[in-house]
């Protein structure tokens, strides 16, 4: 799953804290797109995160769309994630 994407072209930082809530790992990877059509990582690394763990995603990269992708680490197991987006302009 992806979360809502942002626009951050109006903003001069951003981050996405990532908090694993559930019972089993997630993985978590920051994507960017110019359009809000074609996305991807650019590099950015995935991130496992176990249950009850948080990661500050900051992306290095600038385009105008930014989102969090979200993953199972393990097929078929249900999680939970809490993702906190803040910007400064």
Do not use: C
């Not at 920051?30 to 809000?36: E, I, K, L, R, V």
Request: no cysteine; proline share 8%; glycine share 6%.
């Amino acid at each position: 799953v992806y979360t809502s994407p942002v626009d951050v072209s109006r903003l001069r930082v951003f981050s996405f804290l990532t908090i694993n809530t559930g019972p089993n790992p997630v993985i978590a990877q920051p994507q960017q797109s110019p359009d809000g059509v074609d996305w991807d990582s650019f590099g950015e690394l995935a991130y496992l995160l176990e249950p009850g763990e948080k990661h500050l995603l900051v992306p290095q990269h600038f385009l105008r769309f930014a989102r969090v992708k979200l993953q199972n680490a393990r097929r078929g197991q249900n999680s939970a994630v809490t993702v906190w987006f803040q910007g400064q302009s």
